[in-house]
């Protein structure tokens, strides 16, 4: 066989489909092509080509290209961010020039409520746990039910331009795409482009409100004889009816805003999109050529200004005073010489903007019902939304995210008036997977479900007023933590207040007390202590920290101070790493000595404050661990440590738990450490600066803390505090 027929050959091999592709295309095929014609539905749909890349054939010479982006929370933002956000927005608009056609749309698409039920859902695992996941799991479904989780809100801009070939286009897509990447990240929002494929997906939403599954592949296509028209249609459309229209087994009606009021809001686009019934918004936004915009105000003036001498001269004839002009003749003159003023002398533009609504329901009444509430959000704002009587085909065909209007209503507006329409809202925080749950979001009362671990960084901070619910916050996300995970979690508890929970969870309680019994030895140390080969770098920094809070100086220790202490470090853990056997491990009476032997005041100054916890009657620290920390979920409790040494304790119980922590990490685990009181560690500058130092390294050792305190005061005096909250966003 020759090489030109084996070519021949290898073009015309059938595609190889699997046979739930096969039966998936002759699904399509019975739905669009049952007799043998194409579907009113699939012909219906007017774009000529969708090809790979997202590139859009809408008309022989105008192409488009979509981007999706998520939403940032504008509508919480004090004034300022607002303003930066608003003028971020301005400057995105004002980069597109008359060639440039955009459409904003919105989608409130409805999932199937059954399915998304189940992804709370925490599965029985046979253990003395099963009635709190039960319980767990039916807080979940309440709070769901109140909410809008039960629908996807989407956001995408759509970019049109015009061109003579397919190879120009993309060229010039792909420039326009970055720079509105580029705008976009200005304002916080993630965005990235769609490709064809996900372009589909957005279409089919809109023809499937229901939140029906969509299944395409490219290579389906060949073997079929279908288009991609077909994997997106509905399975009927309906149009007899000049008020509202039938999609598929659904009735639908858009609508259009008449804008009547002087002055917009930038809440009413939001109050649209907060909506438990499924609805798409569009905005559709031309900008036009500044001279021509100039051109066009100018030549209004001058037709008012011949107006204006016309009453004049008929006051005149008439014999009454000729300053008396019709109201309506003056303010649209004053209001046109103020424009012009506008676009010649500030950075605005005139912009044509035609605003859609598209709402559905099952039912006709129901639709009506959902129509007449869209009105009334108009109506809230002192404008009007009006059917498209007769144009409803047009409508919907303007409602996909194709970058193409049908509807020749439109109303200019200058580049801040356009703008006021601000397509952010509010930052949704709901994740899959282990997501937890943190409470309500107070704008759009859905839930709030979020995944710390997959956050760019873990830690966190409680803050609040006594009785505001942060120990109540705590235990919940402990009780997420333990059913949802298989992670490790400590607790720092100063007011003994976790004892019961922690023993439900079959936890264990480490109560630390002059007179307990269990003992923690706060020069503990392991070999995986610190990143770098030597651990006593880490080590010596929480020893540090230690003697600064039991010598209790105003100005923390001074510099031979913590030379002394080094060097003594140094000296008492040579034993342990020469040989790391646990009888080799030093305790505060090794610490001591080492002090002692320098023979230098300095020394002896620092050895004499530890006498009271190595000799004295607060020596509780001076004995070596004899605890096995095995639990998945541990607290230490030390309320009874008073005073005097609760400071102390919740320094070495920081320690303990990093070290933990650094075992952990070697096992692939993560580890919660939750600490209550947490500005009691931010008083003292060598503690503080230890507390921040473990804070950073704790994301990148697997570890997850969280701060509670209702000392807001306390906490902000703290030097330190800057880089506790940088090291939590």
């Not at 927005?89 to 199937?112: E, G, M, P, T, W």
């Not at 509105?180 to 957005?202: H, T």
């Not at 005073?321 to 103020?338: C, F, N």
């Not at 804070?695 to 506790?724: C, H, M, Y």
């Amino acid at each position: 066989m020759s090489k030109k027929q084996k070519n021949e050959t290898s073009a015309k091999a059938p595609v190889k489909l699997t046979r739930a592709e096969k039966k998936e295309i002759q699904a399509v095929i019975r739905k669009y092509k049952g007799d043998g014609k194409p579907h009113s539905a699939q012909a219906s749909i007017p774009y000529e080509a969708m090809y790979q890349d997202g590139v859009c054939r809408v008309t022989p010479r105008t192409f488009s290209k979509c981007i999706e982006f998520t939403d940032i929370s504008y509508q919480l933002a004090q004034a300022d961010t607002k303003t930066a956000f608003f003028e971020n927005l301005c400057d995105l608009y004002n980069y597109l020039d008359a060639s440039i056609h955009v459409q904003f749309s919105f989608i409130n698409r409805k999932i199937d409520p059954k399915q998304y039920a189940k992804s709370f859902e925490i599965r029985a695992q046979g253990d003395d746990f099963d009635d709190i996941r039960s319980e767990y799991s039916d807080i979940l479904q309440d709070q769901l039910v109140n909410g809008n989780n039960g629908l996807m809100k989407r956001k995408f801009m759509t970019y049109t331009v015009e061109a003579d070939s397919l190879k120009m286009a993309r060229a010039r897509l792909r420039r326009i795409e970055t720079d509105l990447l580029g705008y976009f990240k200005s304002m916080g929002a993630s965005a990235w482009g769609l490709d064809a494929k996900q372009r589909l997906e957005v279409m089919h939403s809109i023809f499937h409100p229901d939140g029906e599954p969509f299944s395409f592949d490219w290579k389906w296509l060949a073997p079929s004889g279908l288009s991609t028209k077909d994997f997106i249609a509905p399975s009927s459309f309906r149009f007899g009816n000049a008020r509202m229209f039938g999609l598929g087994g659904k009735y639908g009606a858009v609508s259009f805003l008449q804008i009547l009021s002087p002055e917009l809001s930038d809440e009413m686009l939001a109050d649209f999109l907060n909506t438990e019934n499924g609805i798409v918004v569009n905005l559709h936004v031309q900008a036009i050529d500044q001279s021509d915009a100039i051109k066009t105000v100018k030549r209004k003036i001058t037709d008012l200004d011949a107006m204006k001498i016309q009453e004049q001269k008929r006051a005149v004839r008439s014999g009454y005073d000729m300053d008396i002009l019709p109201s309506d003749l003056a303010t649209y003159g004053q209001d046109a010489k103020e424009l012009l003023k506008t676009l010649q002398s500030r950075n605005e533009r005139m912009f044509q903007l035609t605003f859609l609504v598209l709402n559905t329901a099952d039912t006709r009444q129901k639709l009506e019902n959902n129509v007449f509430w869209a009105a009334g959000i108009a109506q809230k704002y002192n404008c009007s939304l009006v059917r498209l009587d007769y144009q409803q085909e047009q409508g919907l065909m303007s409602s996909l995210p194709l970058g193409a209007s049908h509807i020749q209503i439109e109303r200019s507006l200058t580049t801040s008036s356009v703008a006021v329409f601000v397509p952010f809202v509010t930052q949704e925080l709901f994740q899959g997977g282990d997501a937890m749950y943190y409470g309500i979001n107070a704008k759009t009362g859905n839930m709030i479900m979020l995944d710390r671990k997959r956050a760019r960084c873990p830690n966190g901070l409680k803050l609040g007023t006594p009785g505001s619910g942060k120990s109540m916050s705590c235990k919940s996300e402990i009780v997420s933590v333990f059913l949802c995970t298989p992670d490790d979690v400590y607790i720092c508890d100063p007011e003994a207040e976790y004892y019961p929970l922690v023993k439900r969870l079959h936890g264990q309680v480490v109560k630390l007390s002059p007179t307990s019994k269990n003992y923690v030895n706060p020069l503990d140390i392991n070999l995986n202590y610190s990143e770098d080969e030597n651990p006593l770098a880490l080590k010596s920094d929480f020893v540090l920290s230690f003697c600064e809070l039991v010598m209790g100086g105003k100005n923390g220790l001074e510099a031979i101070e913590k030379t002394v202490i080094d060097r003594a470090v140094q000296v008492i853990y040579r034993p342990y790493l020469a040989d790391p056997k646990p009888e080799n491990m030093p305790i505060l009476a090794d610490l001591h000595k080492a002090l002692l032997d320098q023979h230098i005041p300095e020394a002896d100054r620092v050895a004499q404050a530890l006498d009271l916890y190595v000799s004295g009657s607060l020596n509780v620290f001076n004995h070596r661990t004899n605890i096995d920390i095995q639990n998945r979920i541990v607290a230490f409790d030390i309320k009874e440590l008073g005073k005097q040494l609760k400071k102390i304790g919740m320094l070495i119980v920081q320690d303990q738990i990093w070290g933990r922590v650094t075992q952990n990490r070697s096992k692939g685990k993560a580890t919660w450490y939750f600490c209550d009181e947490f500005h009691l560690l931010l008083r003292e500058e060598q503690t503080a600066a230890f507390s921040c130092e473990i804070w950073k390294r704790f994301r990148k050792w697997g570890g997850i803390p969280t701060g509670a305190t209702q000392n807001v005061k306390d906490l902000l005096s703290s030097p330190e505090i800057e880089n506790i909250l940088g090291a939590t966003r």
